[in-house]
């Protein structure tokens, strides 16, 4: 059953936007975790996302990394795609913040619009390898990644200016989020059919993992489980978030139960999980 996030999209950006507002000139230029961008080139760069996929996806115009590989021959996608962000975030340097937010404010909108009406069962252009796929995704993956997206440069934002955490449901929907990339890491991690695994992200919610056939489904809930993956609730926000290191990880999620079980479905996604460098 397809996930939906579209709810959300318009409140996680309306948290945005009332962290934005409140910054001075100082807290704009404040580093963070992302080596090269202040928290203005993080904005600035929620923003290229949001341009980008609106041309690709709404508009089927041409994507912006095809256009910048007409001028950069021979790099590799990640290539591209690290090098496109830095030239847009430097390019768009000019951008006042009080502009900055009324544009965020406005593509937040445009894309919720499209995202609300688009179908989450249709089938979008472009593979969501975020869930482990190299096949063209339907909408409600597209739609999935982007909240994490949203999520996760939030979060980088509010650690870097030491303002509070994302909690109650938006952070409560990106936990959701794992659950279902648990289940699309492990697609080949295949215990006998009815194995069940808990993932347990404190107040933040609990899922339960079921083997079937061809993949493990999704439910939310449920007490009783062979093995079980637990995040400690004061990590579960840094989890989602992307604001956890190697050890930090090993620390904040522990394994119970049928370890070999809950070891095995983990262990896809862990890597995914840690703070980019």
Same mark, same amino acid.
Request: aromatic share 8%; net charge negative.
């Given at each position: 059953?397809?996930?939906?996030?579209?709810?959300?999209?318009?409140?996680?950006?309306?948290?945005?936007?009332?962290?934005?507002?409140?910054?001075?000139?100082?807290?704009?230029?404040?580093?963070?975790?992302?080596?090269?961008?202040?928290?203005?080139?993080?904005?600035? #760069?929620?923003?290229?996302?949001?341009?980008?996929?609106?041309?690709? +996806?709404?508009?089927?115009?041409?994507?912006?990394?095809?256009?910048?590989?007409?001028? #950069?021959?021979?790099?590799?996608?990640?290539?591209?795609?690290?090098?496109?962000?830095?030239?847009?975030?430097?390019?768009?340097?000019?951008?006042?913040?009080?502009?900055?937010?009324?544009?965020?404010?406005?593509?937040? +909108?445009?894309?919720?619009?499209?995202?609300?009406?688009?179908?989450?069962?249709?089938?979008?252009?472009?593979?969501?390898?975020?869930?482990?796929?190299?096949?063209?995704?339907?909408?409600?993956?597209?739609?999935?990644?982007?909240?994490?997206?949203?999520?996760?440069? +939030?979060? +980088?934002?509010?650690?870097?200016l030491g303002r509070p955490e994302?909690?109650?449901?938006?952070?409560?929907?990106?936990?959701?989020? #794992?659950?279902?990339?648990?289940?699309?890491?492990?697609?080949?991690?295949?215990?006998?059919?009815?194995?069940?695994?808990?993932?347990?992200?404190?107040?933040?919610?609990?899922?339960?993992?079921?083997?079937?056939?061809?993949?493990?489904?999704?439910?939310?809930?449920?007490?009783?489980?062979?093995?079980?993956?637990?995040?400690?609730?004061?990590?579960?926000?840094?989890?989602?978030?992307?604001?956890?290191?190697?050890?930090?990880?090993?620390?904040?999620?522990?394994?119970?139960?049928?370890?070999?079980?809950a070891r095995g479905l983990f262990?896809?996604?862990?890597?995914?999980?840690?703070?980019?460098?």
């Open positions: 059953m397809p996930l939906d996030l579209t709810p959300f999209l318009r409140p996680e950006r309306a948290a945005l936007l009332e962290l934005l507002r409140d910054l001075t000139d100082e807290e704009w230029a404040t580093p963070t975790e992302c080596p090269a961008w202040s928290v203005k080139g993080l904005a600035l #760069h929620i923003l290229g996302d949001d341009l980008s996929l609106l041309t690709r +996806q709404r508009d089927h115009s041409t994507d912006s990394l095809t256009l910048f590989a007409e001028d #950069h021959p021979g790099l590799t996608f990640r290539e591209l795609l690290d090098g496109f962000n830095e030239h847009w975030v430097s390019g768009a340097r000019f951008l006042s913040a009080p502009l900055l937010i009324e544009l965020l404010d406005l593509v937040g +909108q445009w894309s919720a619009d499209f995202y609300e009406g688009v179908g989450l069962d249709t089938i979008s252009g472009e593979p969501v390898q975020f869930f482990a796929t190299l096949d063209l995704s339907p909408y409600w993956q597209v739609i999935a990644r982007e909240y994490s997206e949203r999520f996760i440069h +939030q979060a +980088q934002i509010r650690r870097a994302v909690d109650g449901e938006l952070l409560a929907v990106a936990a959701e989020v #794992h659950a279902h990339l648990l289940a699309a890491w492990a697609r080949e991690f295949a215990p006998p059919a009815g194995a069940t695994v808990a993932f347990a992200a404190g107040a933040a919610g609990r899922w339960v993992l079921t083997r079937e056939a061809d993949g493990w489904a999704v439910d939310a809930g449920g007490t009783d489980a062979d093995g079980t993956i637990s995040v400690a609730d004061g990590a579960v926000n840094r989890l989602v978030g992307r604001g956890l290191d190697a050890p930090d990880l090993d620390r904040a999620v522990t394994c119970s139960g049928d370890l070999d079980l262990a896809p996604i862990a890597p995914l999980l840690v703070r980019p460098e």
